[in-house]
């Protein structure tokens, strides 16, 4: 595994944001993410887009919806940037299986470990998304 920090500037533009995610994944990005019933403004936005891998995941009387959006994921990019610290998501350009079943100790860390123990590449962001995390597994086949 490798893994590679970008700082980010303060004011990141969302033109320099998708430069940076389609410099790392040229042919493909797919973005996954967890939302809670908060979002739900933001889900209906993105309704005709996103497909659904596993319905409802429950924490703390919460519910979360994880899904992923393959096509014009990259215009939504930002939008999620935006609300990266209180909604986790991971950019990819692969196809992740989300076959496991509800688990009441589910939490935003348990999300992100999917990607890592599936190692799938992606992006992730930083505390206060001021860094891009970007993990790579390429070099581990060699």
């Given at each position: 595994?490798?893994?590679?920090?970008?700082?980010?500037?303060?004011?990141?533009s969302n033109e320099k944001l998708n430069e940076i995610i389609t410099t790392i994944f040229p042919?493909?990005?797919?973005?996954?993410?967890?939302?809670?019933?908060?979002?739900?403004?933001?889900?209906?936005?993105?309704?005709?887009?996103?497909?659904?891998?596993?319905?409802?995941?429950?924490?703390?009387?919460?519910?979360?919806?994880?899904?992923?959006?393959?096509?014009?994921?990259?215009?939504?990019?930002?939008?999620?940037?935006?609300?990266?610290?209180?909604?986790?998501?991971?950019?990819?350009?692969?196809?992740?299986?989300?076959?496991?079943?509800?688990?009441?100790?589910?939490?935003?860390?348990?999300?992100?470990?999917?990607?890592?123990?599936?190692?799938?590449?992606?992006?992730?962001?930083?505390?206060?998304?001021?860094?891009?995390?970007?993990?790579?597994?390429?070099?581990?086949?060699?």
């Open positions: 595994m490798n893994k590679y920090i970008y700082e980010l500037e303060d004011d990141v042919n493909n990005q797919i973005i996954y993410f967890m939302m809670s019933e908060v979002h739900s403004d933001f889900k209906k936005e993105l309704d005709e887009f996103y497909k659904t891998d596993i319905n409802y995941l429950i924490n703390n009387k919460k519910k979360y919806v994880v899904g992923c959006i393959e096509k014009m994921s990259i215009k939504y990019l930002y939008e999620f940037y935006e609300r990266g610290m209180e909604l986790p998501f991971v950019v990819t350009d692969q196809k992740v299986d989300f076959s496991f079943k509800s688990s009441l100790s589910w939490n935003h860390d348990k999300f992100y470990d999917l990607f890592e123990l599936n190692k799938v590449p992606h992006v992730k962001f930083g505390p206060d998304n001021e860094t891009l995390i970007y993990i790579d597994y390429e070099s581990d086949n060699n």
